[in-house]
C-alpha cells in the first residue's frame, strides 16, 4: 500500500478531552505512524502532544463562538485555509473529523470527508416543551439545536463519503435528512489495548468507600439527572457509596443545587474536568461506571470502562447498543428510569461474581475496537473514496 498524502481538519487534535479529541489524535497520530503523509489543521493550543511526523498549521480561535467546541467559526477558518493548502499542495483527501466543520466547505476537485460522532441534533425534538421538561437551559439549548438541525445537512451534502461511529448515527442521519446511503462508512471508535493492563483483577469493593464514576460534559443529556435522582435508592442499600463527577459544564451549579434537593450532596463529588491521565486514575479506583445517557452516539467512555476494568452501566437508547449487550458485558438502562438504574446499580454492587463476569467480558469486548483496526479501516475507506469517480 502507497502512502497517502492527507489533510485532517479537526477542532481537537492532541489531546483527550473528548470523545472526538481522543478520537482525532489516535487515529493522525496512526495514520503517521503506518507511514501515510499527514497535514493536521487545528486551533492554537498549548502543551498539545504532536506527533513527530505530522505537519501541524493552526489557526486562532475566536473569543466568542457559542457553538460547541466553536465548531461553527472554524468551519469558516478551516474553508479559508483549506483552499490555500489546496494551492500549495498535492494532498488526495481531505478529512473533517468533525463532519459539520466542511459547512462553509469549497468546492473542491480533491475528495472530502468527514465524521458523523453524534446525531444529538438530528434527533432533537421540535417542540421547546420537551426541553423545558428536562433541561435547566432549555430556551438556549432549543434554540441552539434547531439551528444546528438546519445547518447540519448543508455540512453533510459538501462531502463525498461519510464516516458514522455506528450504525445508530448512520441510519439516524440518513432517516433525519434523507442522506444517501451508498456515502456512509461505519467505523467505529476504538481505545489503547494497554489500559486493559493497568488493573488485571476486577474491582473490589471497600467497606469505606464505594465509588461510582461518571465522566463526560453535558450533564444533562449525558443522564446525570437520572443518576442523582437515583443515588437515594441507591444508598438504602449501600450507605457507603459515593458518586465521582468528573467534566466540565455551565449547569454544574444546578446539578449541585439537584444533590441538595434529594439530600446526597455529601455523597457526590463534583471534580471539574481532569487531564485525560487523572480520569484513567479514577477509572482504575472506581467500583463501577454510569452514564445513562438521554442519547448517545457511540461513548468511547465506556470503552475504556472496560479497558480498566470497570463494569459499566449505559443508556439502551443510541448507539451504545452496538458496545454493550444488557447483562453480559455491561447494563442498559431506559433513559429516565430512575428505579431500574438504581435497581441495575445495586445488582452490580452487590453480586460479586456477576461484576467479575461483566468484568471479563468487557476485556474481550475491547479486543474488537483496536486503534490498529480503526487506522486500517478509516485507510481502507480513504481510499474507496479516492478511487471513486
Known sequence: ??????????????HLWSGLGTYATHLIHGLADAGHEVTVVCPEEANRDIHPKIRVVTVPKNRFDPSHGQWFSLSYKFSKILSKLLRQG?????????????????????????????????????????????????????????????????????????????????????????????????????????????????????????????????????????????LPQVLVRIPSAKLYVIGKDPNQAAMQQLCKRMKVENHVRFLGGLPHPEVLKHFNQADIFVMPSLIEGFGIVF??????????????????????????????????????LAQKIC?????????????TQGYQTIRH?????????????????IREP
Open 90 to 230: 498535492n494532498f488526495q483527501l481531505v478529512h473533517f473529523t468533525d463532519a459539520r466543520e466542511a459547512l462553509f466547505c469549497p468546492k473542491t476537485k480533491t475528495p472530502t470527508v468527514g465524521t458523523a460522532n453524534d446525531c444529538y441534533f438530528a434527533e432533537a425534538p421540535v417542540s421547546p416543551f420537551f426541553y423545558r421538561h428536562y433541561y435547566q437551559d432549555w430556551l438556549r439549548r432549543f434554540l441552539y439545536y434547531q439551528t444546528v438541525r438546519k445547518l447540519e445537512p448543508r455540512a453533510f451534502n459538501k462531502l463525498k463519503g461519510v464516516i458514522a461511529t455506528s450504525r445508530y448515527v448512520k441510519e439516524s442521519l440518513i432517516r433525519s435528512y434523507g442522506l444517501s446511503a451508498a456515502s456512509f462508512e461505519v467505523i467505529y471508535y476504538a481505545v489503547r489495548q494497554d489500559l486493559s493492563d493497568r488493573r488485571v483483577q476486577p474491582p473490589v469493593q471497600s467497606p469505606e468507600e464505594i465509588r461510582m464514576l461518571f465522566v463526560g460534559s453535558n450533564f444533562q443529556r449525558k443522564g446525570l439527572p437520572t443518576l442523582i435522582r437515583a
Open 369 to 385: 475496537f483496536t486503534l490498529k483496526q480503526m487506522v486500517e479501516r478509516t485507510t481502507a475507506y480513504y481510499e474507496k473514496v
Open 1 to 14: 500500500m502507497k502512502p497517502l498524502r492527507l489533510c485532517l481538519f479537526t477542532q481537537q487534535y492532541g
Open 303 to 340: 470503552l475504556e470502562a472496560m479497558a480498566a476494568g470497570v463494569p459499566a452501566i449505559g443508556s439502551s437508547l443510541g448507539g451504545t447498543r452496538e458496545l454493550i449487550t444488557d447483562g453480559i458485558n455491561g447494563f442498559l438502562v431506559k433513559p429516565l428510569d430512575v428505579q431500574n
Open 347 to 359: 445488582m452490580l454492587l452487590e453480586n460479586k461474581p456477576l461484576r467479575e463476569q461483566i468484568v
